[in-house]
């Protein structure tokens, strides 16, 4: 995987992500923009449920929405998310969510995440091989000189 | 703690517990059941989480809700749990949840929970103290002779 | 549609529906019902968004689950579920959860929902055409002499 | 209610706010963030579920969540919550979450939500009066020659 890496997801709004507003409760984007990092990450090969079973986790640190339109129950959401890093130890997911309408794209959220990266107690741990590669390889097209 | 035993408790509906009808969406009712479940066995002096932390865990086997009326946002609920045994190794919560309305409470929903005791990997376990002795107490009570 | 009448989802368990003990949370098998429900309807032609929008909305009246076994984030659910009649004004879904795993399913969670029919305010209402037409079918099937 | 306005609120951890890190899921900062809030506002004499049945709701424009430390299922939190103005039409709520341990009081989550002021369809609309009033007072208080 080389960083930055872009990945889009198609989700349906559920029900039970509305409110009494009738569009979709503001920390439903957090959820969402963790289905994003899955998906992200499966696309790149990386399996997270094997990851934490390994012992390295990426519990969040700091996540950031802005609410720029509404979603409502079944609308069709695009969402992109890319990685890239944020400091020797940690990753940054930026994630943007459109609503897919009749012959367009309309936003609906955009924010990022940053990670940690730890052992299951919470304490910092050694980035797992996919992810070191992915830095170096990131940090040396940064600079190729 | 002589079962059956009741506890009572007091609740207002989140603004994130309500969906686009106005009300509360219908599986909130079950995390309010657990809300209820976790202040009774606090009020019969047992807490779930140490509980769980020597290794005796009460997951769901099987849940029932009617779902009698409406509650909005801000709501105040009344939770009413009572504990009862159900068979050998099994626990039984019935609960009723009720809107405080100004001179009257309206039913919001009834229904119940039946709980194996398992260790966390999900084996079936030795019921905990407390527990045996709450069982064996109510089995004495329903045939003193 | 001709009822009964089902259909097959399948979903990933996510990582904001798991708990502590390391599977789903239960109510989170409610949410799964429904997201069986929505595609069920669709597959049949039936957009339920439409429908409420409409004035003819289906709120729980019933809900029951049984817990059967284990799932964990990222696994792949499959979701069966089945529409039939109950009463003159009302519909039932049972579901099936089921985990696949490498060469098999793995029961997860069976039950069934039931649903009134009724405006936006919770007021009873005449079903909507495609339901009356269906459930004329499915009592005309019943007593074909 | 003068501007800033600050309040506390105490709240236990529920199980189904959990994750199978053991901790509380990312998202639920938020839940309680606008439970804070509801609060906040009932103590000033608001009742916002009123104010949104008026016509004046205070959807979010922004949120952002600094996660600082655990906390886990049944955990007692401190939700410290203060309103002050954000911009002509706007409110800034500023919270920070704590975890009341047996003698002190440990960081969990901090951050803040911004709010617009508009009708149930999302369009701007006039802020109610007792923010109007609280904004002016505010503005009088930091330049009170």
Redesign the interface.
């Known amino acids: 995987m080389a960083l930055p890496f872009t990945h889009l997801l198609q989700l349906?709004v559920?029900?039970?992500e509305?409110?009494?507003?009738?569009?979709f409760?503001?920390?439903?984007a957090?959820?969402w923009f963790?289905?994003g990092r899955?998906e992200l990450l499966r696309a790149a090969g990386i399996?997270?449920?094997q990851m934490?079973e390994k012992g390295a986790?990426l519990?969040?640190?700091?996540?950031?929405?802005?609410?720029l339109g509404?979603a409502?129950?079944?609308d069709l959401l695009l969402i992109r998310s890319t990685l890239s890093p944020a400091g020797k130890a940690s990753l940054r997911f930026d994630v943007t969510i459109a609503r897919i309408a009749d012959s367009q794209t309309l936003p609906v959220a955009a924010g990022y995440?940053i990670h940690a990266i730890t052992d299951?107690a919470?304490k910092p741990t050694r980035a797992p091989a996919w992810l070191t590669e992915a830095l170096h390889a990131a940090t040396q097209e940064e600079s190729p000189t």
Chains 1, 2, 3, 4 share one sequence.
């Open positions: 349906r559920r029900y039970s509305t409110d009494q507003l009738g569009t409760y503001n920390s439903r957090l959820e963790e289905c899955t399996f997270y449920k934490e986790c519990p969040l640190v700091e996540a950031h929405v802005q609410y509404r409502r129950y079944d995440t299951p919470g």
